[in-house]
C-alpha cells in the first residue's frame, strides 16, 4: 500500500513530480522535471528503492530529469503507448523550443488498461488522451496520477501538438464516469478529489 506521496516543484513551468513509495519504501517517480539529485537526494536520505520511473505524457517539463535519473538509478522508463510518438519527435515533446530538440524512447509502453506492480502498489493505465495524443493517468489504491489531464478546476491545454479538445472532453467524462473518489496529482498546481472536480470543475459537468 501506499505510504507516502512526495511532491516536487520544479522548472519554468512550476511542474509537479512525484515520488511514491509503500511501506517496504519501493517506489517511482512521476514525471521528474528539474534536476535529478533533488529526486536522488530524497531516494537515498530515506533508503528507497526505485523500480521505475513512470510519465503521464513526455513535454519537456515533464521528462527534464528522466534521462539522468535513467542512468543514475538504472530504471526503466515506462510510458503509455501511444506516447511514443511525442517521446520520439522534439517539435511534440516541444524540446525544439528550447533551442536543442531531442528524442526519446521509453523502456516499455503501457496499454490501456494495463497494471503494473511496484512492492505492494498495483498502478493501472488509463488512456487519457487530449493534452497529448498519448496522455495517461494513473490509478493506485485511492490516488490518481492525472499530469497534465485534470487540474483542480481546470484541465489540461489542447493548443500543442497532438492536442485534441475533442479527445481531451472523452478522457474527463470517462474520468467523471470513475467509480468512487481518488485524490488527484496534477502535474501543475494543487492536488484535488474527482469528487470535488465532478463538482465544481466546469469542464467536468
Known amino acids: 500500500m501506499i505510504k507516502n506521496i512526495k511532491c516536487f516543484v520544479s522548472g519554468m513551468c512550476e511542474t509537479n513530480s512525484y515520488i511514491i513509495y509503500d511501506e517496504n519504501l519501493n517506489c517511482v517517480i512521476v514525471d521528474p522535471e528539474g534536476k535529478a539529485k533533488q529526486y536522488v537526494k530524497y531516494i537515498n536520505d530515506n533508503g528507497l528503492k526505485p523500480a521505475y520511473i513512470i510519465l503521464t505524457h513526455a513535454h519537456f517539463d515533464h521528462i527534464g530529469a528522466m534521462e539522468d535519473l535513467r542512468k543514475e538509478l538504472n530504471i526503466d522508463v515506462l510510458a503509455g503507448a501511444d506516447e511514443k510518438k511525442t517521446l520520439n519527435d522534439p ?19 503501457l ?4 497494471e503494473f506492480t511496484v512492492g505492494s502498489m498495483t498502478f493501472k493505465t488509463l488512456f487519457t488522451p487530449g493534452h497529448t495524443c498519448g496522455s495517461v493517468c494513473f490509478l493506485c489504491e485511492s490516488v490518481m496520477i ?26 474527463l467524462t470517462m474520468l467523471k464516469n470513475l467509480e468512487g473518489d481518488y485524490k488527484v496529482l496534477p502535474g501543475h498546481g494543487p492536488a484535488t478529489t474527482l469528487g470535488r472536480e465532478r463538482i465544481t470543475n466546469m469542464f467536468m459537468r
Open 111 to 114: 496499454a490501456d488498461g494495463e
Open 146 to 171: 492525472a499530469g497534465d489531464t485534470l487540474f483542480m478546476g481546470s484541465c489540461g491545454r489542447t493548443d500543442f501538438p497532438t492536442g485534441d479538445w475533442a479527445q481531451m472532453t472523452k478522457s
Open 91 to 109: 517539435h511534440i515533446n516541444m524540446t525544439d523550443e528550447l533551442g536543442k530538440g531531442m528524442s526519446f524512447e521509453a523502456d516499455r509502453y
